[in-house]
């Protein structure tokens, strides 16, 4: 690990929250601007409705002081909401937060470049709230200045960059934490201790039900002029850049493939991630996935070009077969020889419905628990270095089976899957298809 003055301030806070205080001079090169206070030093990166959101669950935690917000836009509203976004809000914000946790309400800087940011700020944690395209390139630069990460999912826009970005995490013991808030739901952690504890039985099939895509325009889709107040040019990025839309940029991003993945990506990383933790595959996965089904609307092809309805079918070790569909219900089942066990935002339901009661033991085995919630649990991780409740590989191979998926859509084939190496099966145009980063210009990411 490179040597630099936040992992030892990290090392020092995490010696400090396990040992008894002891009077001590401890110089600011070890603990950073806001000695000798062991608050966790966080820049926030993306201040779209999500990227808000998140950052108040991080700030909610009393060891958080904010530093610095970047944004590409200066100021704008919602598409979803019409709530106030961008740099300006993120700032404004964030200062807040800070008073309310015992801090200053000034002081917050503002950057519209992440290099900048982590290259002139002294951070141990970073929030990455970006559109997807953009996820991979900011957590690699947080990465290799040693800064823990918070990144919302799915980790990454391509199987190529999480492949690389959660090898890099864990060869730098690095804390991370894909935003795959479910895990710390509490419905969703009882089914998959019933699962995990053997009471449905032998599985032979899980069903995991994502969103269809979007069958209209959201939002205006003429072609214009970018705001005079939004670096389009660097909002695109390593991606392609798309004539600029209003129903194409922020939160609408989602439905093109150069910026996110459709419903099949944006969902992914919730439902089929509850169903990895039921299967125990957190650090493994398929054995073959095929793409069935991928329906278009041809209209709206050139304003959003993922699948409005999509099947993903994947044989897993025991025989399991997953099915991933836009036309299965909403949620998560996994079906044994003795039962189901079906969950989803707010419901919990089995075919035992002594199963479903709150409070119900399943057995031995215990699901982690992230304690106040999923945001806390990144913070409680900086600070003790233990590891969160989503680490890097768990979300990457959570959203495995997607990138695959589109791989075998674009190919017309199942693709054979060696969940141990990681890699297509007798299939060298498979693998080269997969491993490649197709970015713009200058843009690398190893």
């Given at each position: 690990?490179?040597?630099?003055?936040?992992?030892?301030?990290?090392?020092?806070?995490?010696?400090?929250?396990?040992?008894i205080?002891?009077?001590?001079?401890?110089p600011?090169?070890?603990?950073?601007?806001?000695?000798?206070?062991?608050?966790?030093?966080?820049?926030?990166?993306?201040?779209?409705?999500?990227?808000?959101?998140?950052?108040?669950?991080?700030?909610?935690?009393?060891?958080?002081?904010?530093?610095?917000?970047?944004?590409l836009?200066?100021?704008?509203?919602?598409?979803?909401?019409?709530?106030?976004?961008g740099?300006?809000?993120?700032?404004?914000l964030?200062?807040?937060?800070?008073?309310?946790?015992?801090?200053?309400?000034?002081?917050?800087?503002?950057?519209?470049?992440?290099?900048?940011?982590?290259?002139?700020?002294?951070?141990?944690?970073?929030?990455?709230?970006?559109?997807?395209?953009?996820?991979?390139?900011?957590?690699?630069?947080?990465?290799?200045?040693?800064?823990?990460?918070?990144?919302?999912?799915?980790?990454?826009?391509?199987?190529?960059?999480?492949?690389?970005?959660?090898?890099?995490?864990?060869?730098?013991?690095?804390?991370?934490?894909?935003?795959?808030?479910?895990r710390?739901?509490?419905?969703?952690?009882?089914?998959?201790?019933i699962?995990?504890?053997?009471?449905?039985?032998?599985?032979?099939?899980?069903?995991?039900?994502l969103?269809?895509?979007?069958?209209?325009?959201?939002?205006?889709?003429?072609?214009?002029?970018?705001?005079?107040?939004?670096?389009?040019?660097?909002?695109?990025?390593?991606?392609?850049?798309?004539?600029?839309?209003?129903?194409?940029?922020?939160?609408?991003?989602?439905?093109?493939?150069?910026?996110?993945?459709?419903?099949?990506?944006?969902?992914?990383?919730?439902?089929?991630?509850?169903?990895?933790?039921?299967?125990?595959?957190?650090?493994?996965?398929?054995?073959?996935?095929?793409?069935?089904?991928?329906?278009?609307i041809?209209?709206?092809?050139?304003i959003?070009?993922?699948?409005?309805n999509?099947?993903?079918?994947?044989?897993?070790?025991?025989?399991?077969?997953?099915?991933?569909?836009?036309?299965?219900?909403?949620?998560?089942?996994?079906?044994?020889?003795?039962?189901?066990?079906?969950?989803?935002?707010?419901?919990?339901?089995?075919?035992?419905?002594?199963?479903?009661?709150?409070?119900?033991?399943?057995?031995?085995?215990?699901?982690?628990?992230?304690?106040?919630?999923?945001?806390?649990?990144?913070?409680?991780?900086?600070?003790?270095?233990?590891e969160?409740?989503?680490?890097?590989?768990?979300?990457?191979?959570?959203?495995?089976?997607?990138?695959?998926?589109?791989?075998?859509?674009?190919?017309?084939?199942?693709?054979?899957?060696?969940?141990?190496e990681?890699?297509a099966?007798?299939?060298?145009?498979?693998?080269?298809?997969?491993?490649d980063?197709?970015?713009?210009?200058?843009?690398?990411?190893?």
């Open positions: 690990m490179n040597s630099k003055p936040n992992t030892s301030r990290r090392r020092f806070l995490a010696g400090a929250a396990g040992a205080a002891a009077p001590a001079i401890i600011s090169s070890v603990l950073g601007k806001n000695a000798p206070s062991n608050r966790v030093n966080m820049g926030f990166v993306g201040m779209g409705n999500r990227g808000r959101g998140v950052m108040t669950a991080l700030m909610n935690h009393k060891k958080t002081q904010g530093i610095a917000v970047c944004d836009h200066k100021s704008y509203l919602a598409p979803n909401n019409g709530n106030p976004q740099l300006e809000r993120g700032i404004e964030l200062n807040k937060a800070n008073k309310k946790n015992g801090g200053s309400d000034t002081g917050v800087k503002g950057y519209a470049d992440f290099r900048e940011m982590i290259a002139g700020e002294d951070l141990d944690a970073i929030m990455v709230a970006t559109p997807d395209h953009w996820h991979a390139l900011v957590c690699m630069e947080a990465a290799r200045k040693d800064i823990d990460i918070y990144c919302e999912k799915p980790i990454t826009h391509y199987f190529a960059e999480g492949y690389h970005l959660h090898r890099e995490v864990a060869n730098r013991d690095l804390i991370f934490q894909v935003g795959s808030q479910q710390s739901d509490k419905k969703f952690r009882q089914a998959v201790e699962v995990r504890n053997g009471l449905i039985g032998k599985i032979s099939k899980v069903e995991v039900g969103p269809e895509g979007k069958k209209s325009p959201q939002g205006d889709t003429t072609i214009k002029q970018p705001p005079a107040d939004l670096n389009y040019d660097m909002w695109c990025g390593p991606s392609e850049k798309l004539p600029y839309m209003e129903g194409r940029c922020h939160w609408n991003w989602r439905w093109h493939l150069n910026f996110g993945g459709g419903q099949l990506m944006d969902w992914i990383g919730h439902h089929n991630d509850i169903a990895h933790w039921g299967l125990d595959m957190d650090k493994s996965g398929p054995l073959s996935v095929e793409a069935q089904n991928f329906e278009y041809d209209e709206l092809t050139e959003y070009n993922s699948p409005v999509y099947d993903v079918v994947s044989r897993y070790p025991g025989d399991i077969e997953v099915k991933i569909s836009s036309r299965n219900t909403m949620g998560t089942k996994w079906i044994g020889e003795n039962g189901w066990v079906y969950v989803t935002r707010g419901k919990l339901e089995a075919s035992n419905p002594e199963w479903a009661k709150e409070g119900f033991v399943a057995g031995d085995w215990k699901a982690y628990h992230p304690g106040a919630g999923h945001q806390s649990n990144f913070i409680e991780g900086v600070l003790n270095r233990k969160c409740i989503c680490p890097a590989e768990t979300g990457h191979r959570s959203a495995t089976p997607g990138h695959l998926a589109y791989l075998s859509h674009k190919l017309g084939r199942p693709v054979k899957w060696d969940p141990k990681e890699q099966v007798g299939d060298e145009d498979a693998q080269k298809m997969l491993m980063l197709p970015y713009r210009g200058d843009w690398k990411l190893v």
